[in-house]
């Protein structure tokens, strides 16, 4: 089993920061990737940022330049520090995992957060 425990949603006025984590753990040999997507209120859920086991980050065009993903190995954790939030950047943020488990050799494992809720205030 694994787990995944985000922290760091709120209410913000346009232009403010927030700071999200995501903190993984239980069975886990390796990770591959983590990162954040998020869904809007009436919209599909969408790929926001990842940061891959080398390192690369990769980010929406829409928060290119505002939003910063970075990753903690030896924790397991994962932070996401959004600046210049904007109205349009409200919505659910999931913290996705995917990882290599203990025993289950080269079989992929995706694993999800419950959520955590980014209102930003016009």
């Known amino acids: 089993q694994v787990q995944l425990v985000e922290s760091g949603g709120g209410v913000v006025q346009a232009g403010g920061t927030l700071r999200l984590s995501c903190a993984a753990s239980g069975s886990i040999s390796s990770i591959q990737a983590m990162g954040w997507l998020r869904q809007g209120p009436g919209k599909q859920r969408e790929l926001v940022a990842t940061t891959t086991s080398g390192n690369t980050s990769i980010y929406a065009d829409a928060v290119k330049g505002r939003f910063t993903i970075s990753r903690d190995n030896v924790k397991k954790t994962v932070y996401f520090q959004l600046d210049s939030l904007k109205p349009e950047d409200t919505g659910v943020y999931y913290c996705?995992?995917?990882?290599?488990?203990?025993?289950?050799?080269?079989?992929?494992?995706?694993?999800w957060g419950a959520g955590t809720q980014v209102t930003v205030s016009s």
């Open positions: 996705n995992l995917q990882y290599y488990g203990i025993g289950r050799g080269s079989e992929l494992q995706e694993s």
